[in-house]
């Protein structure tokens, strides 16, 4: 069958297999390899993406069901050279060890601070609690995203003030 | 695709500069990891690349009868299907483990455990593969397992090894350490003995990153090109020469970005195998990687010791001797990884932290219908099986005496003056000064005031605990007189080279899982030569690119590779030291070494610089007599000893009376491991051990039913914590640097996943006090906590 979908802004279209699933889509078919595959069952989330802005595991995603929607990955994170500020979070509080769970993290926590800018920790514990670290222990994520949230609000008011 | 414009380094670049050597620095594999441009194995496509799939049994023991492979070689985009019966016939169907054991590759005989290899397919995608699976056609003929380890040496047992020459029973080895008669002379003469049967259930490693490989053999060059989830690719590639009749100098092994190891990529797994074989069979590269389930099922499990302690101590407290008996099960395979002379790891550092008068361990490994391993998932060849033991044991005997476990410990450390101290099992700890570290987790914990709490919430009826672990690692293996895996002494290489513009490559033996390698390597070499960490390469993880070593596991890269990149750096300094004394005119003795650069002692306006140095040893001119151009050295590091870092720690949990459910409210974790070279990166590791301790107390088990049937076989069965079931953890430090390693440092990756698992029992089981409860085992589910509320806990196996 044939798909159509808007990856990272741009729009591709493949014969795929029915039963393709989207991490594998995006992974073999397009060569987007910072999606990672770990579990199968729904439980790691190293494999969350964004399909229409709303983080889903891209393992139990198939790629028809993609089709004619909007896909983002870890690789559409940053804008061009500039990398998103949960991305600089993560690097600056340590946020990653081996990295294999990192885009997925990355994805939800991006989402999170899309719709609630200054979590509490606990809000960043609770978001991120469907995906599994073997490495960081988990303070160092809430830390990044505290980072980036902190660093948002201080970019924000500093464009009002020049506004 | 996506376009992604070159990276913003700026940022980085500042950060990068300082500090030149030890010190909070953010990695240099951050930006690939964060862009989604890491490459691990799963990442690598190749032309004409097939996809490979295991078939695996669904027994625990059975004899194979036949495999029909003709409709599944028959089926789309199938390429190859091979049996055990076409590996017996290139001589591949068992290799080498580990340990001197034996292991299928593919089974021809019998299958020994649910989940092991029976045959594979390689088809054009990895669906085509799977699908070929279903379509062959095994005939088992199922025998009874063995699955209850005590029952493995019963006289009517199943033989399972019946493949070993002459073996009739499931008995695996016998090991022994300590003296059985002093011990028992102090048992005999102590006021109070506890005894206390403990069980370390079997846990499995679960890195996110499954295992995996892509084969890649070119007939014409004769050369084989492996990319593979190993954490030690040198040890891998000689063993692949020896298994496969490969030349070793055509082997080529890169482990690119690995999704974390933690022990599960130590050993070589049959998939590995089977890849290289699809490859030559098929001429054409091919991938195998596991999912979740074979991951859980098949690769490298850890610890599955039961053990009995006991513990003799005077009166007031003064502990005198430690004895144990302990039954591990190994598998239906000893694919343990340890050094061969220590079948039983460093399991003999049982005696802890304490100046004890006599100790004593006797041993006995079985097999059993289970998948194969032991030595996983951080646990320093089994120093999580002793130091849990141990403490475990110490918090008995303060029960017993009804004293604060805390100062049952205080009273019984090592002293500083003892150190180098030999143990009663014969380990020589380096360095250690055990009460400031203790101290230190109490005022953090604000330990008094935590009992005072405590107090009042029992006299309400609530359930708070508070768990103490001290421990002391032995990591960095190891000596090679008489440490060695397969022969292959465990020493390791590094060579550095400065290039004439001051930039500089290291090159390592060892292989970063996520321990950051390409960030505290830089700063050692930037420590000791001057050259800011962002002008360091460091190439790690490709034995065509590397020198010769074991690899990274047993906390062993900063003690024994850590080493050998600081005397590297050393001889090349030295080397330098030659050319600047040409440079400036003056002798050797009469330049001092001020961080990058060469002085004339008394006249610091008189210096060259390391990267001055560096164009001169390649430029125009004359060198001093007898030294040669270049600027570059070589080592092998071969440790006089292990290092041993210690720490204290501390658990404060709440338990639900009402549902038993437990919650570790706060975690506090002084660590001493010697020099620190990054500390944010020490943090990390510790805050990663940490959370294996939630797991493995609280949560995750591998059992089996009584077919053999794995229980733990995907991620919704085998409970891994989330950021739900683990506090902000609270760190501090002491340093003890290690007298015999070069820059003091002693390895600190493993120390949390060993100190933390009797922390958190030790917590449960205090909170338990008023329930009568002197021990339960883990898994400390709520189901559990539940049944030793009510008196009738049960070991989980």
């Not at chain 1, 926590?109 to 609630?116: E, Q, V």
């Not at chain 2, 194979?64 to 190859?80: C, L, N, R």
């Not at chain 2, 596991?290 to 490298?300: A, F, P």
């Not at chain 2, 069965?717 to 002491?734: H, K, M, N, R, S």
């Amino acid at each position: 069958m044939q798909v159509t979908m808007t990856v990272n802004d741009v729009e591709v279209t493949r014969e795929i297999e029915g039963r393709l699933l989207l991490v594998h889509f995006l992974r073999d078919t397009l060569s987007l390899t910072g999606t990672h595959w770990g579990c199968d069952t729904s439980n790691c989330g190293t494999c969350v993406v964004w399909l229409d802005g709303e983080p889903v595991k891209s393992c139990t995603v198939l790629a028809a069901m993609a089709d004619g929607h909007e896909v983002r990955t870890v690789e559409g994170l940053a804008k061009g050279a500039e990398l998103d500020p949960i991305q600089e979070g993560f690097m600056q509080c340590h946020g990653l060890q081996c990295g294999f769970c990192t885009p997925g993290m990355m994805m939800t926590c991006r989402a999170l601070l899309d719709k609630n800018p200054d979590p509490t920790d606990a809000e960043i514990r609770e978001a991120i609690s469907g995906q599994i670290c073997r490495c960081t222990g988990y303070s160092t994520i809430v830390r990044s995203v505290r980072w980036a949230s902190v660093h948002e609000a201080a970019a924000a008011q500093e464009a009002g003030a020049q506004a | 695709m996506t376009t992604v414009e070159e990276p913003r380094t700026s940022t980085f670049d500042d950060n990068d500069q300082k500090p030149v050597g030890f010190g909070r620095m953010l990695r240099k594999e951050d930006p690939r990891l964060l862009r989604g441009r890491g490459r691990f194995t799963d990442d690598v496509q190749l032309p004409g690349m097939l996809h490979l799939a295991i078939l695996r049994s669904p027994f625990a023991h059975a004899r194979v009868v036949s495999v029909d492979t003709s409709a599944a070689e028959a089926a789309p985009g199938v390429k190859a299907v091979v049996t055990g019966e076409t590996l017996k016939g290139l001589g591949l169907a068992w290799m080498p483990t580990l340990s001197n054991d034996v292991q299928a590759v593919l089974a021809t005989d019998k299958v020994r455990f649910q989940g092991q290899e029976v045959a594979f397919v390689v088809a054009d995608d990895r669906y085509a593969a799977r699908d070929a699976l279903e379509l062959i056609d095994v005939e088992y003929d199922v025998l009874d397992p063995v699955i209850d380890v005590r029952q493995a040496l019963a006289p009517d047992a199943p033989l399972i090894r019946d493949d070993l020459e002459g073996k009739t029973d499931n008995h695996c080895f016998d090991w022994e350490t300590g003296d059985a008669d002093e011990t028992e002379a102090v048992f005999a003469r102590a006021d109070v003995v506890v005894q206390q049967d403990i069980v370390y259930p079997r846990v499995h490693p679960a890195p996110m990153e499954t295992c995996g490989a892509v084969a890649d053999f070119d007939a014409v060059e004769g050369k084989l090109k492996l990319w593979s989830t190993t954490q030690a690719p040198h040890a891998h590639r000689t063993l692949y020469a020896i298994v496969a009749g490969l030349p070793e100098h055509k082997i080529q092994v890169i482990a690119p970005d690995i999704g974390g190891g933690f022990g599960n990529k130590v050993p070589i797994y049959p998939g590995y195998v089977c890849a290289i074989v699809g490859s030559i069979v098929t001429g054409k590269p091919v991938k195998w990687m596991e999912d979740r389930s074979e991951n859980l099922i098949s690769t490298g499990f850890a610890r599955d010791y039961i053990m009995r302690g006991e513990i003799a101590a005077t009166r007031d407290g003064k502990i005198l001797g430690i004895r144990t008996n302990v039954l591990a099960d190994h598998g239906a395979f000893n694919g343990t990884a340890a050094p061969v002379k220590y079948p039983a790891g460093f399991f003999g550092v049982f005696t802890g932290s304490y100046d004890i008068e006599a100790a004593y361990c006797k041993m006995t490994a079985v097999y059993t219908n289970k998948a194969p391993g032991g030595v996983a998932y951080a646990c320093s060849f089994r120093i999580t099986e002793a130091v849990y033991l141990v403490e475990r044991i110490v918090d008995c005997l303060a029960a017993e005496l009804d004293m604060d476990p805390a100062e049952l410990r205080l009273k019984n450390f090592i002293q500083p003056d003892q150190f180098p101290y030999t143990t009663k099992t014969g380990w020589v700890y380096d360095s250690g000064d055990y009460e400031p570290t203790m101290r230190q987790a109490m005022d953090i914990a604000g330990y008094a005031e935590l009992r005072r709490e405590q107090e009042e919430k029992r006299a309400r009826g609530e359930l708070m605990g508070i768990g103490i672990s001290f421990f002391t690692e032995a990591v960095g293996a190891g000596p090679r007189k008489n440490m060695d895996i397969l022969g292959l002494g465990m020493a390791d290489g590094c060579e550095l080279r400065v290039h004439p513009t001051g930039k500089a490559v290291v090159r390592l033996s060892v292989k970063t899982q996520g321990q950051g390698h390409e960030t505290t390597f830089a700063q050692i070499i930037a420590e000791e030569i001057g050259i800011p960490p962002a002008d360091i390469e460091v190439v790690h993880g490709d034995t065509d690119q590397t020198p010769f070593g074991l690899g990274t596991y047993g906390s062993r890269s900063t003690p024994v590779s850590g080493a050998a990149a600081a005397l590297v750096a050393r001889k090349v300094r030295d080397k330098a030291q030659l050319i600047a004394s040409a440079m400036l005119e003056v002798t050797v003795a009469d330049l001092e070494w001020v961080k990058g650069s060469f002085q004339v002692k008394g006249d610091p306006g008189k210096a060259v610089t390391i990267q001055q140095i560096a164009m001169r040893a390649h430029g125009a001119g004359d060198l001093p007599e007898g030294v040669e151009g270049g600027l570059e050295a070589q080592i092998c590091y071969n440790p006089s000893n292990l290092t041993y870092p210690h720490g204290a720690y501390i658990c404060v949990v709440d338990i639900d009376p009402g549902t038993a459910q437990v919650k570790v409210r706060r975690f506090i974790a002084v660590d001493d491991c010697g020099t620190r070279i990054n500390p944010m990166i020490i943090e990390g590791q510790v805050h990663g051990g940490l959370t294996d301790g939630v797991g493995m107390a609280l949560m995750e088990m591998i059992s089996f039913d009584e077919d053999g049937n794995c229980l733990g076989a995907s991620l919704m069965d085998y409970l891994i914590p989330t950021a739900l079931e683990v506090p902000d953890w609270e760190t501090g430090y002491t340093v003890t640097p290690s007298p015999h390693h070069p820059i003091g440092a002693k390895g600190v990756g493993e120390s949390a996943t060993v100190g933390s698992p009797p922390a958190i029992v030790n917590a449960v089981v205090d909170a338990l006090k008023p329930y009568g409860v002197r021990h339960a085992d883990m898994p400390l589910t709520p189901s559990r906590v539940w049944d030793a509320m009510r008196g009738r806990a049960t070991p989980p196996i």
